[in-house]
């Protein structure tokens, strides 16, 4: 049973553009959510985070996007640049973790073409 | 300050063998967490430890054990392997016990053939 779900597994943008990756959750004790990005022969990386009480997080070009409501939340990278092309994954971990244990979802290819 | 370091970074092992993988975190992180990844079931909780106990487990096997020595260093270890345990096997370390923020190494390539 997968409690963290990317059902995109690959999206395709012009640079310039923005990429919009969505991920979807079952379990209601997740309270925060992160997303991380990850380069071939690479760990992932940390990108952004955004816990429960909130709705929207930003930071530079990348915005994470919660609807409780409807256990989604989305990342948004304005502009897209070739770059950021690479896997992205989501992640959730909850309150009842005793500490630090993510589920992850599958992941979104990301390809930013110049 | 350097990051998560994971040795070795390939491996090929034989079905039946066992293997240990070792796992440095960043400097004055004490959590440490093992995670799977393979192509068909993405990345999978393995176990994580904090102080040098494991506080949480994921659905693995017990084949599939690990320990935190006293300077946070963690290793794993996988006994009588199988084809599946084909995979990249990722580190995180995170500085303590309620940080979500997890900062992974690069990971060790298991083939077992």
């Known amino acids: 049973d997968q409690q963290v779900k990317q059902n995109s597994p690959s999206l395709s943008v012009q640079e310039g553009r923005i990429s919009i990756l969505n991920c979807d959750y079952t379990?209601?004790?997740?309270?925060?959510f992160l997303w991380y990005k990850k380069y071939p022969a690479e760990g992932p990386t940390f990108l952004i985070s955004?816990?429960?009480?909130?709705d929207k997080n930003e930071d530079g070009r990348f915005t994470v996007f919660l609807n409780k409501s409807a256990k989604h939340l989305s990342l948004h990278i304005v502009p897209s640049q070739p770059g950021d092309s690479a896997v992205y994954f989501c992640?959730?971990?909850?309150?009842?973790?005793?500490?630090?244990?993510?589920?992850f979802g599958g992941g979104t290819r990301l390809m930013v073409k110049p | 300050k350097a990051g998560v370091t994971q040795t070795p970074r390939y491996l090929i092992k034989t079905r039946g063998q066992q293997v240990t993988l070792s796992c440095s975190p960043i400097?004055?992180?004490?959590?440490v967490s093992w995670y799977q990844q393979t192509p068909g079931q993405g990345l999978q909780f393995l176990f994580e430890?904090?102080?040098?106990?494991?506080?949480n487990k994921g659905n693995f096997p017990g084949r599939f054990s690990g320990r935190q020595f006293s300077n946070s260093r963690s290793e794993m270890n996988v006994s009588t392997l199988e084809l599946g345990d084909s995979a990249l096997y990722l580190c995180?370390?995170?500085?303590?016990?309620?940080?979500?923020?997890?900062?992974f190494g690069p990971g060790t390539r298991l083939t077992v053939t």
């Open positions: 995180a370390s995170s500085p303590d016990g309620h940080s979500y923020e997890q900062y």
């Open positions: 379990n209601s004790m997740f309270d925060y």
């Open positions: 955004i816990s429960s009480i909130k």
């Open positions: 992640a959730a971990s909850g309150r009842n973790n005793a500490g630090n244990m993510l589920t």
């Open positions: 400097s004055g992180h004490r959590s």
């Open positions: 430890y904090f102080s040098e106990t494991q506080r």
